[in-house]
């Protein structure tokens, strides 16, 4: 896959990655404005304009709009609103890109937000607002989010009575909130597809957008956190770790993409299978909270039914212990994980792709420069840690951001020993001693089936399904093949 950036000549930057054997094609366009830019008199703002700029534009309407033109293509279309951004993105056959962007553009640069689309919308919102109190993962967000103070515990999902009922008055908001932030300066744009680079560049061409807005600025993001907490949820039970980076977003990305590798590597020896064998978590999930040019917020999720306080710290204990074992890889396990990131990264869609470029995690080339330096001063940054708990004692009710936790302050402090866990990486560093084998050879045991019967296997071909009514057909004819050692049934 090659790659190219180009600056439009109305000021979008552009990124454009060529990949010659996709047969479908992708855009994301991120907007530098978020829930963080909202006026206050209008909480939830930003994510009602993500909702109705799907709902129409100048030059497409009705059936002609992207999310059902893209869905009639047999495409996939989506959006997010986040703190300090917003992204519009889809998938779709590679011939069928440049008129995707077409309608990308417009719906970014020229929505109609006609009253009756923010009633229904205002509507759609107010639904999703009542699921989202109740929803185990975006609770555990809040309650994160929370411990930053100001102006981060402000209302921001939206609903019918924060909107109110004078529509005309909400549509000169998100008209004026529109005009100021959906600019040239504040939108890129990131295409991939089997076209060629030129191809793509000149689709880019077409992406229209206002001038550059003048008072364009960014949400500051604070420079420490406030209390470790738990917090009261149903299901299985959380620890989050989340720590605060300091640095060019690329090469933290770039960093921590490669971290990811080791931390969600299963293999023996892994963080997960250490901590799986001790019964301490099932799973560990990694995502950004806050990005911007010089910040990233990563928080780190590990689940299980089950999180005791002491196991907690164990598992932080653990963490760490493992991030020093990574600084103390070699260059040849470093470059090892570098290409499992790669490799894993492309057998992913090239949606999924464009997303990881532009909001998640996506391998650099090689290993990046002062990888163990990098490693190395995580201990140093800001740390701060989240404990849910089915059942919590003495927990307080806090109203923040709209949502109601059942919280606690601090994490229990524990005198359990700790012990030191062997990780190791791969290549490993070392040979491993295999078990002698023995002088003579030694006869196989065999077996004899007590009575011989013939069975047919059936297996499909490739990519196609079997329904299991196949397999009750006619017994004769099974019987009449030379037989195999596995029933009638699904082998890949």
């Known amino acids: 896959m090659t790659s190219r950036r180009l600056v439009l000549a109305n000021g979008i930057h552009c990124h454009l990655y060529h990949q010659p054997d996709a047969r479908d094609a992708a855009a994301l366009v991120r907007v530098r404005a978020g829930s963080l830019d909202e006026p206050d008199r209008w909480p939830g703002l930003a994510h009602l304009l993500e909702h109705l700029l799907f709902c129409g534009s100048e030059r497409f309407k009705e059936h002609d709009r992207l999310m ?14 986040q703190l300090s951004t ?19 553009s417009d719906m970014i640069t020229a929505p109609l937000l006609s009253q009756q689309a923010i009633m229904q919308e205002v509507a759609v919102i107010d639904a999703e607002f009542q699921l ?25 999902v939206g609903n019918a009575a924060a909107f109110g009922d004078n529509v005309t008055l909400l549509q000169a908001a998100l008209r004026h909130f529109h005009h100021r932030y959906y600019r040239a300066n504040g939108i890129e744009l990131w295409l991939q597809g089997p076209q060629s680079l030129d191809e793509l560049a000149q689709i880019a061409e077409r992406f229209i957008s206002p001038e550059p807005s003048k008072d364009l600025a960014a949400p500051v993001f ?19 770790i989340s720590l605060r980076l300091t640095g060019d977003a690329s090469l933290l990305r770039d960093n921590v993409t490669l971290l990811s590798v080791f931390w969600l590597d299963e293999a023996p020896g892994s963080l997960l299978a250490v901590l799986r064998e001790a019964g301490l978590c099932d799973t560990l999930h990694g995502q950004w909270l806050w990005q911007d040019a010089q910040h990233g917020w ?54 999924e792709q464009l997303r990881g470029r532009a909001l998640g995690f996506a391998p650099a080339e090689s290993v990046p420069a002062h990888f163990k330096e990098f490693v ?15 059942q919590l004692l003495n927990a307080e009710r806090v109203e923040t951001q709209g949502f109601t936790l059942l919280r606690k302050n601090g994490i229990p402090q524990c005198l359990a020993s700790q012990t030191t866990a062997a990780f190791s990486f791969y290549p490993l560093s070392q040979s491993v001693d295999l078990p002698s084998l023995p002088p003579v050879a030694m006869a196989l045991p065999r077996f004899s089936a007590l009575q011989h019967v013939e069975t047919l296997l059936l297996r499909p071909a490739f990519l196609s399904h079997l329904e299991r009514s196949t397999c009750a057909g006619d017994s004769g004819t099974a019987a009449s093949s030379v037989g195999s050692i596995a029933p009638c049934g699904w082998q890949w």
């Open 132 to 156: 989202l109190r109740h929803h185990a993962d975006t609770l555990s967000e809040a309650a994160l989010v929370d411990t930053l103070g100001e102006p981060f515990q402000r209302f921001r």
């Open 68 to 81: 059902p033109w893209v869905q009639q293509q047999g495409g996939q279309v989506n959006a997010t609103t």
């Open 298 to 351: 990563l928080a780190l999720r590990f689940s299980a039914a089950k999180i005791s306080a002491e196991q907690a710290r164990r598992i932080e204990d653990l963490f760490w212990q493992h991030l020093k074992a990574i600084g103390a890889s070699n260059a040849v396990q470093q470059q090892h994980y570098a290409q499992l990131a790669r490799q894993d990264f492309a057998r992913l869609a090239p949606l």
């Open 376 to 390: 190395a001063g995580l201990v140093q940054v800001p740390c701060s840690r989240l404990l849910t708990q089915q």
């Open 86 to 104: 917003s992204a519009f993105f889809f998938q779709l056959p590679a011939k069928a890109l440049a008129g995707g962007v077409q309608r990308l």
């Open 222 to 240: 604070p420079t420490s956190f406030v209390d470790d907490v738990q917090l009261q949820l149903p299901g299985d039970e959380s620890f989050w």
